[in-house]
Every structure is written in C-alpha cells, then in structure tokens.
C-alpha cells in the first residue's frame, strides 16, 4: 500500500462480533497490525496506545488494532490488560491481504506465515499519509500521535 492509497473496502470484526468495513471509520484514522494478543510485544504495542487513546481522541482520530484473532480473544486480552484502543479481527486475511501485511516471517530459524507488524495513518480524505512497516514497538505509539496530531491538524 502506498501513499495517496484509498482505506481498502474491507470489513473486519469488532471484539463484540460485529462487522466494521474499514472505510467506515471515521477519518483520520490510524490501523495497526499486530501478530496475536497476550505476547510481549503486542501486548506493549496495545498498552502504549491505549494509554495515549485520549490524546489520539483529543486530536480527533480513531485507532484500531487489527491482528487474525477471534473477537472473543480481543475481549479476553482488553479485559486482562485494561486496554482502551479499539481492537478488531481479521480471520479471513482480507484486510491483512489488503494492506498487504500478511506474508513469510522468520523466528529462531523457523519460516512461517505471520502478520507484520505495520502502522498505516489516513488522513481527513481517506488518504493513506504514512505508513511504517517493520515497526519495533517502544515509542511507536507516541511517534504515531505525532504524526496523526500534524494530520489532523492540517
């Protein structure tokens, strides 16, 4: 996905089972992939948007998180983190395939199909403005605000 690329026209679930087409979401909005709940990563990555989801919603942008897990997972993991960002699932792949996040990955010398972890911001058109991919999670979050602060901004 490039800049200047539309939101997909894909749905996701929300954890309550109910659909979400992505280009939907009010805009500016910002989409993160991550690989599966309750790991170390993914669980900071969440924990450090929700602790700056009000500061995202001050700036009037709304952040999902979307990972392959099942909505009952989403709500298990906000539920024992006492997350606040907005947690979605892709089971079918289609918005992974979309944003094209989804592809071969490399742990302890093991290949497999996973998840990148990647951030995409929208702007106010539905424009993607940026896109960071390979994302390492400490100060990623607050990085992203930055940026989404200076598109909702403008």
């Not at 992939?33 to 450090?48: I, N, V």
């Amino acid at each position: 996905m490039d800049e200047g690329a539309t939101i997909p026209a894909v749905t996701v679930t929300a954890a309550d089972g109910s659909a979400m087409p992505l280009a939907a979401v009010p805009s500016p909005a910002v989409f993160y992939f991550y690989p599966k709940d309750d790991t170390s990563g993914c669980t900071r990555e969440a924990q450090d948007f929700s602790a700056l989801a009000a500061d995202f919603a001050a700036a009037g942008v709304t952040v999902i998180g979307i990972s392959k897990d099942p909505p009952a997972k989403h709500a298990a993991f906000t539920a024992k983190h006492g997350l606040t960002v907005t947690l979605a699932s892709d089971e079918d792949g289609s918005a992974c395939d979309a944003f094209g996040v989804w592809g071969e990955k490399q742990l302890y010398g093991r290949t497999y199909m996973g998840i990148e972890r990647a951030t995409f911001l929208f702007g106010h058109d539905g424009r993607l403005v940026r896109a960071w991919r390979k994302v390492r999670v400490p100060g990623h979050a607050a990085a992203v605000l930055a940026a989404a602060r200076e598109v909702a901004a403008g």
